[in-house]
Nanobody
Framework: QVQLVESGGGLVQAGGSLRLSCAAS????????MGWYRQAPGKQRELVAA???????NYEDSVLGRFTISRDNAKNGVALQMNSLKPEDTAVYYC??????????????WGQGTQVTVSS
């Protein structure tokens, strides 16, 4: 079994910063892609940022230049530094990991979600 544990959400004023962290544990052979998704009330879950084991990244357009995703492969961890936060960034943020349990067996796992609220 694989678990993703998130931390770092909270309430911040517009223009402020928050850092989200996520650590994966369990029977992990390797992790290719890790990322952060978010879901605001009444909206679909969307990809915010993702990073591969090789360090390639991609970002949702609205967070480019404000958010930075990073990864610690040795600790199976991923972080999201969020700067210049806007009220529209308010959402529940979920950590995601595409985990290889063994050769030929891969699953997507999700964290429990952490609330980010940006006040205007």
């Amino acid at each position: 079994q694989v678990q993703l544990v998130e931390s770092g959400g909270g309430l911040v004023q517009a223009g402020g910063s928050l850092r989200l962290s996520c650590a994966a544990s369990g029977s992990i052979f390797s992790i290719n892609r890790m990322g952060w998704y978010r879901q605001a009330p009444g909206k679909q879950r969307e990809l915010v940022a993702a990073i591969t084991s090789g360090g390639s990244t991609n970002y949702e357009d609205s967070v480019l230049g404000r958010f930075t995703i990073s990864r610690d492969n040795a600790k199976n961890g991923v972080a999201l530094q969020m700067n210049s936060l806007k009220p529209e960034d308010t959402a529940v943020y979920y950590c995601n990991a595409h985990v290889r349990l063994r050769v030929g067996l891969e699953y997507d796992y999700w964290g429990q979600g952490t609330q980010v609220t940006v006040s205007s």
